[in-house]
């Protein structure tokens, strides 16, 4: 079993697992963990890059030219989260402070890619980037990330978030958006998408810590459905909207950073 890389600078520490899309599998601050596994699975633990898609696919599809390609399900009949969440990483560049891998989109991505990540961490803030990459196709790409953080932390109070959302779109029983677009505002539990057009929002756990998220994505996934664990999830786009996104081509990445900044208390 591959160790994984392990970043530190002042009193904050995080480990890389470079076998799991090059995910974050743990994730302390002050001696607090932040991150977790509710299920030992690809999408259940730590924090994951999105790529090349992020959330759910009507009928496990893509369309590109007038063309439907298929994709595997890989979560309770879900096509979700793209192909790279369980796939090998390979390490591009490193630092004791900064890891940035590189892996292929996988033989269940129609077309020939890769998604260039990397982490970078400071004694206050953790960086990310995510860049979709094609030296020959043209095909649609959207990334995102997906954190599983404690409800609760070893010390202080459940978790606050701040959202400051202009929108949410509307939800079918398929967990899919309707299409609708409506204000926010009911309340919870969440499994949906907001649009935040500052790219900020926060995450307070009061009397242990307080982060703050800024991103120049304009969509994040909140789900807070279970019981123990809250995902806050930075997306360029929200789920199903792949067909007809960006297109990535030749010296024409999709490329989406997120930056997750600290205070203690």
């Known amino acids: 079993m591959t160790a994984p890389v392990v970043l530190a600078a002042g009193d904050a520490r995080v480990e890389v697992d470079l076998t799991a899309g ?59 989260h793209g192909t790279v969440l369980d796939r090998p990483a390979e390490v591009a560049a490193d630092s004791p402070t900064h890891v940035e891998t590189v892996a292929s989109l996988g033989p269940a991505w129609p077309w020939s890619g890769q998604v260039r990540h990397s982490w970078r961490l400071s004694p206050t803030a953790l960086r990310s980037e995510i860049s979709v990459e094609s030296t020959r196709d043209v095909f649609p790409a959207e990334v995102g990330w997906h954190p599983w953080f404690r409800r609760r932390l070893a010390r202080g109070g459940d978790v606050v978030v701040d959202l400051p959302a202009d929108a949410v779109l509307a939800r079918g029983a398929d967990h899919l958006p309707s299409g609708e677009s409506v204000a926010p505002g009911r309340p919870g539990p969440f499994d949906d998408a907001f649009h935040v057009p500052t790219g900020h929002a926060s995450l307070t756990w009061p009397g242990a810590l307080s982060l703050a998220v800024d991103t120049d994505c304009d969509w994040f996934v909140l789900f807070d459905e279970l019981a123990g664990w809250v995902c806050l999830e930075p997306q360029s786009a929200p789920p199903d909207a792949l067909s007809g996104g960006f297109l990535v081509g030749p010296g024409r990445p999709r490329t989406r950073s997120v930056t997750w900044r600290w205070t203690p208390g």
Do not use: C, T
């Open 22 to 80: 090059a995910r974050v599998v743990s994730w302390q601050v002050g001696g607090l963990e932040l991150v977790g596994a509710p299920d030992p699975g690809p999408v259940g633990h730590g924090m994951f890059p999105m790529a090349p898609w992020p959330g759910r696919l009507r009928g496990n599809a893509v369309r590109h030219d007038g063309i439907r390609h298929a994709l595997p399900p890989n979560f309770e009949g879900w096509a979700i």
